[in-house]
């Protein structure tokens, strides 16, 4: 990518077909995880311009009855959608929920968890008319989810079934889409919406996913892996076969290093034993892990030092090692940091930390940093496109020719992804699998991988 310009989509070589199936005996077990509020949101944005009748990003037909509830054909479908996130992210009593948006509105009423308070993850209704629940058309009109919530009160949202063409139900619905509502626009009860057309009436939270952490495990590099609980803790793996995709890992794999984590929103590694999490406020926080080499619970005497602000305003943050670190806004844009205190947690970083170095970022469902500049992006039709940042030491927006190289296929199978370093990815499966490959080619964005890539390793990563 040069400049803030998009990189074309072109293929310079065949795909790689990665398979997802290995049958192994004797793999570490982890304990399965349910999603957060986050993963809610990252599942509603990995589905922005899904249809009423297309494929969704889990590999099924639209949104419950999205494309046949209408006697066969699509109906209006904005309940449907949210719906169909809630139950993909562990809500069990969908019991009253409908195609109709003010079931949405009953159901919290009914359990007493109807809000006036907006909350990442939680669903949104809108009616015509100020003060209105009922139902018709004057009353409660559409439902979205929250997506995120600003310091000054106002809010994003995802919508499905929306911008359709005016018509039949059945042509309105096959028409729309799922969208990002943007700008941000007030959050209070009864407040009117420009950017929606609506009356804000009220949150219902999803009930039993929890908020906090997404809690999706990370590396280091070194095969080093951490895996934050949804109590808090933070457990430490020593993979000893991730050169190799061998099942071997160290005897204190699952060690718990330390507790509290279920405070930060999101939590990534920097390498060489730091750590950071992103706090609901935005704040960042430093940590380093001392132990890391060996799973003991040493940590540096000042671990959770704040060192900078605003990053609730990211979608991904990943970091590239050395105190780079990437921070993908809503819209797509690429923002490019250095902090320069990474080793000892102080709130230094270069003064052009904070480039936009690309855009167009936003249609991915996965981001995963590499190392040396490598970027990977995994696309609505799950190929995996291979990215060379050469300007990353210098935060410049300078992209090697051949950068969205398609190296590879089947990647929207996986509801993780993470990098291991130097070519080394691991993904795990909806099921829990935890896999590993290698990309040989990682160096020049070849369809290059070893044999054994997709070799399971592990059970029980579920995000």
């Not at 590396?219 to 991730?242: A, C, F, K, M, V």
């Not at 190392?371 to 300078?398: C, E, M, Q």
Request: hydrophobic fraction near 35%; proline fraction near 2%.
């Amino acid at each position: 990518m040069s400049g803030s310009r998009r990189l074309s989509r072109w293929v310079r070589a065949a795909a790689v077909a990665v398979a997802v199936a290995l049958g192994a005996t004797g793999v570490a077990a982890l304990p399965a995880q349910a999603a957060t509020t986050t993963d809610v949101v990252n599942l509603a944005l990995a589905n922005v311009g899904g249809m009423a009748c297309g494929t969704n990003s889990r590999g099924g037909h639209g949104f419950y009855g999205s494309c046949t509830g209408n006697g066969g054909q699509p109906e209006y479908w904005c309940a449907d959608f949210v719906k169909w996130l809630w139950a993909n992210s562990g809500v069990t009593d969908l019991n009253g929920l409908t195609a109709a948006a003010r079931s949405f509105y009953v159901y919290g009423a009914n359990r007493g968890i109807l809000s006036g308070t907006p909350t990442v993850g939680a669903a949104v209704v809108f009616s015509n008319n100020r003060g209105d629940t009922s139902a018709g058309g004057g009353g409660i009109h559409h439902v979205a989810v929250v997506s995120k919530v600003n310091g000054d009160g106002t809010i994003e949202t995802i919508s499905g079934d929306w911008g359709g063409q005016s018509g039949t139900e059945a042509h309105f619905a096959s028409t729309s889409h799922v969208i990002h509502n943007t700008p941000a626009f007030a959050g209070g009860v009864g407040s009117y919406s420009s950017t929606m057309k609506m009356y804000v009436e009220g949150y219902i939270p999803p009930p039993g996913v929890g908020t906090g952490s997404t809690r999706s495990a990370f590396s280091e590099g070194r095969g080093i892996l951490y895996y934050p609980q949804g109590d808090g803790r933070l457990l430490w793996y020593d993979h000893n076969g991730y050169l190799s995709g061998t099942q071997d890992w160290a005897g204190n794999s699952g060690a718990q290093v330390s507790q509290g984590w279920n405070e930060y929103s999101t939590v990534f590694s920097g390498g060489n034993g730091v750590v950071y999490g992103i706090s609901s406020n935005g704040d960042l926080h430093w940590y380093k892990n001392t132990g890391y080499l060996s799973g003991t619970t040493d940590w540096a005497a000042n671990s959770g030092t704040v060192v900078s602000h605003g990053w609730n305003e990211f979608r991904e943050v990943f970091s590239e090692g050395d105190g780079i670190l990437y921070g993908i806004t809503q819209d797509g844009r690429m923002i490019w940091y250095h902090h320069t205190g990474y080793l000892t947690g102080t709130a230094d970083w270069t003064s052009n930390s904070g480039a936009q170095v690309s855009q167009g970022w936003d249609e991915f469902s996965h981001v995963v940093g590499g190392s040396d500049g490598i970027i990977y992006g995994v696309d609505a039709d799950g190929h995996l496109l291979w990215y060379d940042h050469t300007g990353y030491k210098s935060g410049t927006p300078d992209w090697t020719a051949n950068s969205a190289t398609q190296v590879s296929q089947g990647w929207d199978a996986f509801a993780h992804i993470f990098s291991g370093g130097n070519g080394i990815l691991y993904a795990v499966s909806q099921n829990g699998d935890l896999h590993w490959y290698d990309h040989t080619g990682y160096h020049a964005g070849a369809p290059a991988w070893t044999g054994n890539s997709s070799a399971l390793v592990s059970h029980g990563w579920n995000n």
